[in-house]
């Protein structure tokens, strides 16, 4: 906090005691003003009378004012005060503008700077008052200091002055604002009525000092508005405002929408040529469309014209957050078995679910003896659905499907890159499916939570029968935490299992063999979910979980628990809040500042966990932040640290001990919509202060703010008067007296 070189908790004392002569303090005002209009009748009475006199006019003028003199005594009866006194400066609270568009550069220095002369400039001229410096952004007023960064996301004068009026502290006799002009509140389209009541909260007077002056050579992304709530696979309009300023030539200016993707290759959504007015104002309108649900970073940047002076706000990075209508899933089954028809009803019956299913009931090699025209059944459009149609899918389910005689084998690259930029893959066991459908060594097999053993001689499927176990993460993990809830500890008996290998790094087996061992000799994973670059995969090693809607187990909970199973699987790999492991939240985010990142467990089963988050760029080559913290209590939620980022896209993966990971998308700009609209506003800043009867001054210029006078205390008085009421009477009533001899000896009657 900044003062002036007066004190601010004691005032100024003098060291010995002042006198003074003044009029007695039992008189009423009203009296000493008529007592000065009496005297100067008197005098006036006086100068009549000497040019009537015949003689003696030194005597008479002077007898006449001795009168006069002694009768304003007798009114006021003055009295001698010793006092020993002290000087108040009055508290005047001068806002600094702390947001972002302070950091802009104006010549060889930033707005900031010249803010900080003007508040160094004013203290040193304010010896009298007692300067209380705050600073204001997106919050009430708080204590500032020269050289604190200026980062705020907003710039509430509004704000900033209701926390003064309703701060108990002593309200100030005066306010200096020092800013650009481009504040958020009061709004740029708020008339005189909103300058007027600002400046009522306090009803003291708002002096302003401008920082800047002109315009800087600027084209910016001014706003981008989203028409709507983002949908997946549904088209979003954006309407997009560029600003162009500061003489630059900006007759049509490229803009384009790419969505940021964490493999590091920005998709390209849309883009226009916006034509700028002569104002320097365009309006364009583009659509985009979202593939994926979740929080995505969208990239709305221009091509800058020659001589463009701030890159910063060439380009805007927006999280959006993108929502289903419904989840389209891909259903391919190799054979109509009950389990296959389980699931297909299943996706059929829910709402929220937009299925397209496949059933192989003819394979290439059938006799049909019939020409294609005289065939019912249609031939699988493996080529179709996998070359064309696979990234409108937000789940990809393989149930008991053999990839080889249908074609699928060229198109597993494919199907492995889908996963990897955020698609979602289920397989499920049966004859034809893992090892036994030729998965081994595939692409595909790399982008699943399990390993496969593809070697001669290994065997592709158990046909015991068994009842899987939980294994510890699944008894504490969201998604499973409704079928536990129907089911408890039991699972039904299941007519064989799939041969999977080991967990691969950063999957997780929910159920397990309980007899059944892998290569390294752990329980063998019968359902393993895992994390694949941007998506999900689940590999689900049997094809007897329709017995979760049909057997013993299932008559004692009418059916549920199968719902309940695939209700939480899908939701998992959709990223439904619900399911994941973790909430995260970031503080905003801006480029060159250090941030903060919450973490908040959810129903991990335990209380204290080993924290592991991965922070990698997503527009740029950049190696990944590792931050972690060890043993942490989950019962709260537990705030990391971010370095300082520079701008750009950012994705953060969160681990909770050997567990699946929650990915959160962020973006950090270096201005954001501080930086928007790079134009200062004298002119609105003029407005404020005459309307709220202040003074106006450029920073460049002298500046003479007219600051309240201070205050008189006194600390000991003593008031002795000069003579009694009575005295002073009866020199009035002889100096009167001798004026009226005075008079009459002159030949005045």
């Known amino acids: 906090m900044r003062t002036s070189l007066a004190a601010l908790a004691a005032p100024a004392a003098t060291g010995d005691p002042s006198t003074r002569l003044a009029a007695s303090s039992d008189l009423p005002p009203w009296l000493l003003g008529a007592t000065a209009v009496l005297a100067l009748a008197s005098l006036v009475l006086l100068a009549v009378e000497m040019r009537r006199r015949e003689r003696g006019g030194l005597l008479i003028a002077a007898t006449g004012l001795l009168a006069i003199g002694a009768l304003v005594l007798a009114v006021l009866r003055p ?92 309200r100030p006799a005066a306010i200096v604002l020092v800013s650009d002009g481009r504040l958020d509140d009061p709004p740029e389209a708020a008339g005189v009525a909103a300058m007027r009541a600002l400046g009522d909260e306090l009803k003291v007077p708002v002096h302003v000092i401008a920082t800047t002056r002109s315009a800087p ?21 954006l309407r997009i405002e560029v600003g162009c300023d500061g003489g630059l030539a900006c007759d049509e200016l490229t803009v384009t929408a790419r969505e940021l993707r964490e493999d590091g290759t920005p998709a390209l959504l849309a883009s226009g040529l916006a034509h700028v007015d ?11 469309t979202l593939e994926r649900a979740g929080i995505h970073v969208l990239e709305v940047a ?126 499920v066991g049966g004859a034809n499916s893992f090892v036994a459908g030729g998965y081994a060594g595939s692409p595909l097999a790399g982008v699943l939570p399990i390993a496969l053993d593809g070697s001669s001689g290994a065997t592709a499927a158990d046909t015991a029968t068994f009842q899987p176990s939980w294994s510890e993460a699944a008894r504490a993990a969201p998604l499973l935490a409704a079928l536990k809830g129907v089911v408890g500890d039991e699972l039904p008996v299941m007519p064989g299992a799939n041969v999977l290998g080991d967990v691969r790094p950063g999957g997780v087996a929910l159920w397990t063999h309980p007899f059944r061992k892998t290569a390294s000799g752990a329980p063998m994973p019968v359902l393993a979910i895992g994390e694949q670059g941007n998506g999900r995969s689940i590999a689900l090693g049997i094809d007897g979980a329709w017995r979760l809607r049909f057997s013993d187990l299932a ?15 899908l939701g998992w790999l959709m990223r439904d809040p619900r399911f994941e492991p973790a909430q995260i939240e970031i503080a905003a985010c801006v480029a060159d500042v250090p941030s903060s990142l919450r973490v908040r467990a959810e129903a ?6 080993d924290i592991t ?50 990915l959160r998308q962020f973006a950090c700009e270096a201005g954001g919509d501080e930086w928007a609209d790079s134009r200062p506003d004298g002119d609105r800043l003029e407005q404020l202060a005459k309307t709220t009867g202040g003074r106006f001054f450029w920073a460049d210029q002298r500046v003479a703010v007219p600051l309240p006078a201070p205050t008189v205390v006194s600390s000991e008085r003593h008031v002795v008067p000069l003579a009694p009421p009575w005295l002073w009477a009866l020199i009035a009533a002889l100096a009167f007296g001798a004026h009226a001899i005075a008079r009459r000896r002159g030949g005045l009657t």
């Open 604 to 609: 991990l089963g335990k209380a204290r966990a």
């Open 302 to 427: 221009l091509t800058p014209p020659s001589g463009d002076t701030i890159a910063g706000n060439d380009r805007r990075l927006l999280p959006i957050t993108v929502s289903r209508e419904r989840v389209r899933v891909l259903h391919v089954a190799g054979r109509p078995t009950n389990d296959v028809r389980a699931l297909r009803e299943w996706l059929k019956s829910d709402a929220s679910v937009d299925v397209v299913a496949f059933f192989i009931l003819r394979t290439p090699t059938d006799a049909t003896n019939a020409s294609q025209d005289e065939l019912a059944l249609i031939p699988f459009p493996v080529d179709e659905l996998f070359s064309e149609h696979l990234p409108s899918f937000d789940a990809v389910v393989l149930q008991d499907f053999d990839a080889q005689p249908y074609g699928l084998e060229r198109h597993l690259p494919a199907v492995a890159s889908y996963v990897r930029s955020g698609g979602g893959l289920i397989m």
């Open 555 to 569: 008559a004692r909970t009418s059916g549920r628990g199968y719902g309940a199973m695939w209700d939480g699987l």
């Open 79 to 170: 009295v001698r005060i010793a006092a020993r006194e002290s000087v108040v400066g009055a508290r005047v609270v001068v806002l600094a503008d702390t947001s972002r568009s302070m950091a802009l550069k104006d010549g060889s220095g930033s707005r900031a700077d010249a803010r900080d002369r003007a508040i160094a400039s004013l203290s040193k001229q304010s010896d009298q008052v007692r300067l209380v410096t705050l600073g204001f952004g997106d919050g009430p007023a708080l204590p500032w200091s020269a050289g604190a960064p200026s980062i705020a996301a907003r710039s509430d004068l509004g704000t900033a002055v209701r926390s003064l009026a309703a701060s108990p502290d002593e």
């Open 613 to 662: 988050i991965e922070v990698s760029r997503m527009d740029a080559q950049m190696p990944p932040i590792h931050l972690e913290k060890k043993d942490a209590a989950l019962g709260e939620p537990v705030d990391v640290a971010l370095p300082a980022l520079a701008e750009g896209g950012y994705a953060a993966r969160v681990t909770f001990g050997t567990g699946s990971a929650t």
């Open 217 to 237: 050579a600027d084209a910016s992304i001014r706003r981008v508005g989203l028409a709507g709530a983002a949908v997946a696979h549904v088209p979003l309009p």
């Open 278 to 288: 002569r104002t320097g104002h365009a309006t364009l309108d583009l659509t985009v």
